[in-house]
Protein backbone atom coordinates (compact mmCIF):
# COMPACT_ATOMS: atom_id res chain seq x y z
CA UNK A 1 0.00 0.00 0.00
CA UNK A 2 1.45 3.31 -0.94
CA UNK A 3 2.55 5.19 2.05
CA UNK A 4 0.31 8.66 2.38
CA UNK A 5 2.50 11.66 1.49
CA UNK A 6 2.82 14.28 4.14
CA UNK A 7 5.10 17.29 1.46
CA UNK A 8 2.60 20.33 1.92
CA UNK A 9 3.83 22.69 -1.07
CA UNK A 10 3.31 26.63 0.28
CA UNK A 11 3.29 28.75 -3.72
CA UNK A 12 4.18 32.43 -2.85
CA UNK A 13 6.08 35.33 -4.01
CA UNK A 14 4.34 35.39 -7.78
CA UNK A 15 4.28 37.98 -10.51
CA UNK A 16 1.96 41.04 -9.20
CA UNK A 17 2.53 44.02 -7.69
CA UNK A 18 1.84 42.28 -3.99
CA UNK A 19 5.07 39.73 -4.63
CA UNK A 20 6.64 41.18 -1.71
CA UNK A 21 3.85 40.99 0.44
CA UNK A 22 3.36 37.26 -0.76
CA UNK A 23 6.84 36.56 0.62
CA UNK A 24 5.69 37.47 3.72
CA UNK A 25 2.44 35.50 3.80
CA UNK A 26 4.39 32.30 2.42
CA UNK A 27 7.43 32.58 4.73
CA UNK A 28 5.10 32.68 7.87
CA UNK A 29 2.74 29.67 6.89
CA UNK A 30 6.18 27.75 5.81
CA UNK A 31 7.86 28.02 9.46
CA UNK A 32 3.89 27.92 11.36
CA UNK A 33 2.97 25.35 9.94
CA UNK A 34 3.33 21.93 12.20
CA UNK A 35 6.29 19.56 11.28
CA UNK A 36 5.24 16.63 13.00
CA UNK A 37 2.16 16.34 10.67
CA UNK A 38 3.61 17.75 7.34
CA UNK A 39 6.83 18.53 5.72
CA UNK A 40 6.38 21.85 4.16
CA UNK A 41 8.04 22.81 1.21
CA UNK A 42 8.36 25.91 -0.68
CA UNK A 43 7.47 27.08 -3.97
CA UNK A 44 8.78 30.58 -4.90
CA UNK A 45 7.88 32.09 -8.44
CA UNK A 46 9.70 35.27 -9.47
CA UNK A 47 10.24 36.43 -13.34
CA UNK A 48 12.56 34.29 -13.93
CA UNK A 49 10.59 30.93 -12.76
CA UNK A 50 9.97 28.18 -9.80
CA UNK A 51 12.01 27.43 -7.21
CA UNK A 52 12.44 25.55 -4.06
CA UNK A 53 15.52 25.29 -1.05
CA UNK A 54 16.10 25.57 2.34
CA UNK A 55 16.90 29.10 2.36
CA UNK A 56 13.62 30.41 1.33
CA UNK A 57 11.98 29.82 5.27
CA UNK A 58 14.29 32.44 6.02
CA UNK A 59 12.57 35.81 5.20
CA UNK A 60 16.04 37.85 5.88
CA UNK A 61 17.39 36.41 2.92
CA UNK A 62 15.19 37.89 1.03
CA UNK A 63 16.04 41.62 2.09
CA UNK A 64 19.27 40.69 0.66
CA UNK A 65 18.33 39.90 -3.11
CA UNK A 66 17.03 36.72 -4.62
CA UNK A 67 17.91 34.10 -2.25
CA UNK A 68 19.92 30.97 -3.70
CA UNK A 69 17.51 27.95 -4.53
CA UNK A 70 16.98 25.14 -7.14
CA UNK A 71 14.64 25.78 -9.88
CA UNK A 72 11.52 22.81 -9.81
CA UNK A 73 8.78 22.16 -11.93
CA UNK A 74 5.32 20.26 -12.08
CA UNK A 75 3.65 18.55 -14.47
CA UNK A 76 -0.14 18.44 -15.41
CA UNK A 77 -1.71 15.28 -13.92
CA UNK A 78 1.42 14.77 -12.34
CA UNK A 79 1.69 15.08 -8.26
CA UNK A 80 5.09 15.62 -7.93
CA UNK A 81 7.60 18.15 -7.63
CA UNK A 82 10.45 17.51 -9.75
CA UNK A 83 13.95 19.23 -9.66
CA UNK A 84 15.31 20.30 -12.99
CA UNK A 85 18.67 20.29 -13.82
CA UNK A 86 20.92 19.83 -16.59
CA UNK A 87 17.67 19.61 -18.69
CA UNK A 88 16.68 16.56 -16.38
CA UNK A 89 13.91 16.27 -14.15
CA UNK A 90 14.47 14.92 -10.57
CA UNK A 91 12.07 13.89 -8.64
CA UNK A 92 11.79 15.56 -4.87
CA UNK A 93 8.63 14.38 -3.43
CA UNK A 94 4.54 13.72 -4.21
CA UNK A 95 2.72 16.82 -3.24
CA UNK A 96 -0.42 15.49 -0.61
CA UNK A 97 -1.62 19.46 -0.68
CA UNK A 98 -0.71 22.94 -1.56
CA UNK A 99 -1.54 26.33 0.23
CA UNK A 100 -1.36 29.09 -2.28
CA UNK A 101 0.07 32.42 -0.92
CA UNK A 102 0.03 34.27 -4.21
CA UNK A 103 -1.34 37.96 -3.51
CA UNK A 104 -3.22 39.32 -6.53
CA UNK A 105 -2.37 39.08 -10.01
CA UNK A 106 -1.59 35.56 -11.14
CA UNK A 107 -1.96 34.20 -8.00
CA UNK A 108 -4.74 35.08 -6.47
CA UNK A 109 -7.07 35.42 -9.48
CA UNK A 110 -7.73 31.77 -10.29
CA UNK A 111 -4.50 30.68 -12.22
CA UNK A 112 -2.72 29.14 -9.44
CA UNK A 113 -6.07 27.34 -8.48
CA UNK A 114 -6.45 26.10 -12.25
CA UNK A 115 -2.88 24.73 -12.58
CA UNK A 116 -3.35 22.38 -9.57
CA UNK A 117 -6.30 21.70 -10.58
CA UNK A 118 -4.94 20.61 -13.75
CA UNK A 119 -2.12 18.83 -11.80
CA UNK A 120 -4.33 16.88 -9.69
CA UNK A 121 -3.37 18.07 -6.32
CA UNK A 122 -5.45 19.44 -3.53
CA UNK A 123 -5.53 22.89 -2.65
CA UNK A 124 -6.24 23.93 0.80
CA UNK A 125 -6.91 27.57 -0.81
CA UNK A 126 -10.33 29.23 -2.44
CA UNK A 127 -10.72 27.16 -5.76
CA UNK A 128 -10.64 29.01 -9.61
CA UNK A 129 -14.21 29.97 -9.59
CA UNK A 130 -14.41 32.02 -6.47
CA UNK A 131 -10.87 33.24 -6.80
CA UNK A 132 -11.57 34.88 -10.36
CA UNK A 133 -14.73 36.44 -9.52
CA UNK A 134 -13.28 38.05 -6.20
CA UNK A 135 -10.68 39.29 -8.02
CA UNK A 136 -12.58 41.25 -10.33
CA UNK A 137 -14.34 43.64 -8.65
CA UNK A 138 -16.76 44.61 -11.71
CA UNK A 139 -17.76 40.85 -11.86
CA UNK A 140 -17.60 40.75 -7.91
CA UNK A 141 -20.33 43.25 -7.60
CA UNK A 142 -22.49 41.57 -10.43
CA UNK A 143 -22.63 38.04 -8.07
CA UNK A 144 -22.92 39.98 -5.07
CA UNK A 145 -26.11 41.98 -6.24
CA UNK A 146 -27.80 38.86 -7.46
CA UNK A 147 -27.34 37.37 -3.49
CA UNK A 148 -29.24 40.68 -2.56
CA UNK A 149 -25.94 42.16 -1.31
CA UNK A 150 -25.58 46.03 -0.97
CA UNK A 151 -22.67 47.17 -3.35
CA UNK A 152 -21.61 50.69 -4.16
CA UNK A 153 -23.07 51.43 -7.11
CA UNK A 154 -20.51 52.14 -10.30
CA UNK A 155 -19.72 51.73 -13.76
CA UNK A 156 -17.31 49.47 -15.42
CA UNK A 157 -15.08 51.08 -18.32
CA UNK A 158 -12.94 49.17 -20.73
CA UNK A 159 -9.81 50.56 -22.12
CA UNK A 160 -10.52 50.40 -25.53
CA UNK A 161 -14.46 51.76 -25.08
CA UNK A 162 -13.70 54.54 -23.20
CA UNK A 163 -10.57 56.30 -25.48
CA UNK A 164 -13.01 55.96 -28.31
CA UNK A 165 -15.35 58.56 -26.65
CA UNK A 166 -13.66 60.18 -23.57
CA UNK A 167 -16.00 62.84 -23.03
CA UNK A 168 -19.06 61.04 -23.24
CA UNK A 169 -17.45 58.56 -20.78
CA UNK A 170 -17.38 61.17 -18.54
CA UNK A 171 -20.67 62.50 -18.97
CA UNK A 172 -21.86 59.16 -18.72
CA UNK A 173 -20.55 58.71 -14.86
CA UNK A 174 -21.52 62.41 -13.67
CA UNK A 175 -25.11 61.38 -14.54
CA UNK A 176 -25.03 57.78 -13.14
CA UNK A 177 -22.85 58.48 -10.07
CA UNK A 178 -22.06 62.19 -9.20
CA UNK A 179 -18.69 63.66 -7.67
CA UNK A 180 -16.80 62.68 -5.85
CA UNK A 181 -15.76 59.36 -7.30
CA UNK A 182 -13.15 56.27 -6.83
CA UNK A 183 -11.60 55.27 -9.52
CA UNK A 184 -9.86 51.86 -9.58
CA UNK A 185 -8.53 48.59 -11.40
CA UNK A 186 -10.93 46.04 -11.72
CA UNK A 187 -8.12 43.24 -10.90
CA UNK A 188 -5.54 44.91 -9.23
CA UNK A 189 -5.02 44.84 -5.02
CA UNK A 190 -3.88 46.31 -2.31
CA UNK A 191 -4.74 50.05 -3.28
CA UNK A 192 -2.80 50.34 -6.42
CA UNK A 193 -3.75 52.56 -9.15
CA UNK A 194 -6.76 53.94 -7.22
CA UNK A 195 -7.57 57.72 -7.16
CA UNK A 196 -10.47 59.54 -5.88
CA UNK A 197 -11.90 62.54 -8.39
CA UNK A 198 -14.16 65.92 -6.90
CA UNK A 199 -14.45 67.17 -10.70
CA UNK A 200 -14.42 66.26 -14.54
CA UNK A 201 -10.31 67.18 -14.27
CA UNK A 202 -9.78 64.94 -11.90
CA UNK A 203 -11.92 61.93 -13.01
CA UNK A 204 -10.02 62.02 -16.49
CA UNK A 205 -6.83 61.79 -14.82
CA UNK A 206 -7.59 59.29 -12.34
CA UNK A 207 -8.94 57.06 -15.27
CA UNK A 208 -5.87 57.32 -17.01
CA UNK A 209 -3.86 56.52 -13.96
CA UNK A 210 -6.11 53.24 -13.59
CA UNK A 211 -5.58 52.05 -16.89
CA UNK A 212 -1.80 51.94 -16.70
CA UNK A 213 -2.73 48.80 -14.50
CA UNK A 214 -5.60 47.42 -16.32
CA UNK A 215 -7.57 47.73 -19.05
CA UNK A 216 -10.95 47.37 -16.91
CA UNK A 217 -11.92 49.59 -14.81
CA UNK A 218 -14.33 50.73 -12.02
CA UNK A 219 -15.80 54.18 -11.00
CA UNK A 220 -18.13 54.01 -8.10
CA UNK A 221 -19.61 56.40 -5.60
CA UNK A 222 -17.08 57.74 -3.45
CA UNK A 223 -18.51 57.35 0.44
CA UNK A 224 -18.42 59.78 2.95
CA UNK A 225 -17.68 59.06 6.68
CA UNK A 226 -17.41 55.60 6.16
CA UNK A 227 -16.23 52.85 8.70
CA UNK A 228 -14.50 49.67 7.27
CA UNK A 229 -14.89 46.58 8.70
CA UNK A 230 -13.40 43.22 7.91
CA UNK A 231 -14.82 39.35 8.71
CA UNK A 232 -12.27 36.43 7.97
CA UNK A 233 -13.85 32.59 7.04
CA UNK A 234 -13.00 29.59 6.71
CA UNK A 235 -14.66 26.10 6.05
CA UNK A 236 -14.10 22.92 7.82
CA UNK A 237 -16.10 19.87 8.29
CA UNK A 238 -18.62 21.21 5.81
CA UNK A 239 -19.35 24.18 7.92
CA UNK A 240 -17.79 27.95 7.93
CA UNK A 241 -15.92 29.37 11.08
CA UNK A 242 -16.28 32.81 10.97
CA UNK A 243 -14.12 35.54 12.55
CA UNK A 244 -15.14 38.45 15.06
CA UNK A 245 -15.34 41.92 13.12
CA UNK A 246 -12.55 44.20 13.40
CA UNK A 247 -12.17 47.69 12.62
CA UNK A 248 -9.03 48.80 10.71
CA UNK A 249 -7.53 52.12 11.34
CA UNK A 250 -5.96 54.68 8.77
CA UNK A 251 -5.69 57.92 7.42
CA UNK A 252 -7.04 59.82 4.76
CA UNK A 253 -9.95 59.12 1.93
CA UNK A 254 -8.11 56.01 0.59
CA UNK A 255 -6.83 52.78 2.47
CA UNK A 256 -3.52 53.04 0.83
CA UNK A 257 -0.74 50.19 0.21
CA UNK A 258 1.63 51.62 2.46
CA UNK A 259 -1.26 51.71 5.26
CA UNK A 260 -2.22 48.05 4.43
CA UNK A 261 1.44 46.84 4.63
CA UNK A 262 4.34 49.38 5.47
CA UNK A 263 2.37 51.18 8.54
CA UNK A 264 0.91 47.83 9.89
CA UNK A 265 4.31 47.06 11.53
CA UNK A 266 3.33 50.28 13.54
CA UNK A 267 0.20 49.29 14.84
CA UNK A 268 -0.75 46.96 17.49
CA UNK A 269 -3.70 44.96 17.55
CA UNK A 270 -6.81 45.94 15.43
CA UNK A 271 -9.63 47.07 17.30
CA UNK A 272 -12.70 44.80 17.43
CA UNK A 273 -16.23 46.31 15.83
CA UNK A 274 -18.20 46.62 18.58
CA UNK A 275 -21.63 47.21 17.12
CA UNK A 276 -22.93 43.68 17.72
CA UNK A 277 -26.15 44.21 15.39
CA UNK A 278 -23.90 45.53 12.65
CA UNK A 279 -21.48 42.79 13.36
CA UNK A 280 -23.70 40.31 12.87
CA UNK A 281 -25.00 41.41 9.79
CA UNK A 282 -21.82 41.04 8.42
CA UNK A 283 -20.78 37.99 9.79
CA UNK A 284 -24.03 36.45 8.38
CA UNK A 285 -22.82 38.16 4.89
CA UNK A 286 -19.53 36.81 4.83
CA UNK A 287 -20.73 32.98 5.51
CA UNK A 288 -23.45 33.42 2.53
CA UNK A 289 -20.77 34.35 -0.21
CA UNK A 290 -18.51 31.71 1.39
CA UNK A 291 -21.58 29.51 0.99
CA UNK A 292 -22.65 31.03 -2.67
CA UNK A 293 -18.83 30.30 -3.83
CA UNK A 294 -19.09 27.18 -2.95
CA UNK A 295 -15.23 28.45 -1.14
CA UNK A 296 -12.48 26.37 0.73
CA UNK A 297 -9.42 27.60 2.17
CA UNK A 298 -9.47 31.52 4.40
CA UNK A 299 -11.06 34.74 2.60
CA UNK A 300 -11.21 38.05 4.07
CA UNK A 301 -14.33 39.84 3.64
CA UNK A 302 -14.28 43.67 3.66
CA UNK A 303 -16.84 46.12 3.46
CA UNK A 304 -17.81 49.66 4.06
CA UNK A 305 -20.91 51.27 6.69
CA UNK A 306 -21.76 54.42 5.73
CA UNK A 307 -25.46 56.13 6.59
CA UNK A 308 -26.72 52.89 8.43
CA UNK A 309 -25.74 50.74 5.01
CA UNK A 310 -23.81 48.13 4.78
CA UNK A 311 -21.84 47.70 1.51
CA UNK A 312 -19.55 44.59 0.81
CA UNK A 313 -16.53 46.27 -1.03
CA UNK A 314 -14.46 43.54 -2.01
CA UNK A 315 -13.68 39.17 -0.76
CA UNK A 316 -9.93 38.79 -0.62
CA UNK A 317 -9.31 34.77 -1.46
CA UNK A 318 -5.41 35.13 -0.17
CA UNK A 319 -5.69 37.74 2.59
CA UNK A 320 -2.20 39.25 3.94
CA UNK A 321 -0.67 36.55 6.28
CA UNK A 322 -3.83 34.17 5.24
CA UNK A 323 -5.77 36.57 8.05
CA UNK A 324 -4.62 34.01 10.76
CA UNK A 325 -4.33 36.88 13.28
CA UNK A 326 -8.27 37.07 12.90
CA UNK A 327 -8.61 34.00 14.59
CA UNK A 328 -5.61 32.67 16.36
CA UNK A 329 -4.23 35.52 19.47
CA UNK A 330 -0.74 34.03 18.91
CA UNK A 331 1.59 32.97 15.77
CA UNK A 332 2.20 29.66 17.91
CA UNK A 333 -1.39 28.70 17.21
CA UNK A 334 -1.35 29.43 13.08
CA UNK A 335 -0.24 25.80 12.57
CA UNK A 336 -3.30 24.53 13.97
CA UNK A 337 -5.20 26.85 11.39
CA UNK A 338 -3.33 25.70 8.69
CA UNK A 339 -3.79 22.31 9.56
CA UNK A 340 -7.50 22.79 9.39
CA UNK A 341 -7.16 24.54 5.50
CA UNK A 342 -4.84 21.37 4.56
CA UNK A 343 -7.72 18.53 5.50
CA UNK A 344 -10.52 20.81 4.31
CA UNK A 345 -8.45 21.20 1.18
CA UNK A 346 -7.85 17.31 0.70
CA UNK A 347 -11.17 16.47 1.84
CA UNK A 348 -12.85 18.65 -1.20
CA UNK A 349 -10.71 17.21 -3.67
CA UNK A 350 -11.47 13.99 -2.98
CA UNK A 351 -14.97 15.29 -3.59
CA UNK A 352 -14.35 16.67 -6.36
CA UNK A 353 -11.81 13.44 -7.80
CA UNK A 354 -15.18 11.21 -6.85
CA UNK A 355 -17.45 12.82 -9.70
CA UNK A 356 -17.41 11.33 -12.61
CA UNK A 357 -15.32 12.47 -15.59
CA UNK A 358 -16.43 10.82 -18.84
CA UNK A 359 -19.53 9.55 -20.54
CA UNK A 360 -19.73 6.43 -22.89
CA UNK A 361 -21.04 7.93 -26.27
CA UNK A 362 -21.01 7.56 -30.01
CA UNK A 363 -19.84 10.54 -31.07
CA UNK A 364 -15.94 9.04 -32.29
CA UNK A 365 -17.37 5.77 -33.09
CA UNK A 366 -19.92 7.48 -35.82
CA UNK A 367 -17.05 9.35 -37.21
CA UNK A 368 -15.00 6.49 -37.48
CA UNK A 369 -17.79 5.15 -39.99
CA UNK A 370 -17.53 8.65 -42.07
CA UNK A 371 -14.28 7.67 -43.17
CA UNK A 372 -12.26 9.25 -39.47
CA UNK A 373 -12.59 12.79 -41.38
CA UNK A 374 -14.56 15.58 -40.15
CA UNK A 375 -16.35 17.76 -43.42
CA UNK A 376 -16.42 21.41 -43.55
CA UNK A 377 -19.64 22.92 -44.26
Same mark, same amino acid.
Given at each position: ??????????????????? &? !????????????????? %??????????????????????????????????? !????? &??????????????????????????????? &????????????????????????????????????????????????? #?????????? =??????????? %???? !??????????????????????????????? &????????????????????????????????? =??????????????????????????????????????????????????? !???????????????????????????? #???????????????????????????? =????????????????????????
Amino acid at each position: MKKQSKSVLVVFGGRSSEH &D !VSVITGVLTLNCIDKER %YDPIPLYINDEGWFTGKNLFDLSGFGKGEPKAERV !VILPG &DTSLYRLAGGKLRRIADICCAVNCCHGLNGE &DGSIAGFFRLAGIPLASPDILSSSVCMDKAAAKIFFKGLGIDVVEGVTL #MKGEYFADPQ =ATLARIEADIG %YPVI !VKPARFGSSIGIKRAADREGLGEAIAYAFRF &DRKIVAERALENFTEINCAAYGSGGGVVLSECV =APSFQGELFTFEEKYISAVKRTKTPDFTDEETAEKVKNITALVYRSLGMTG !VVRADFLLSGGRVYLNEVNTVPGSLALY #MFRDKISAYGELIGELIREGMRAHREYE =ACAFTYPSCVLGSASALGGKSKAR
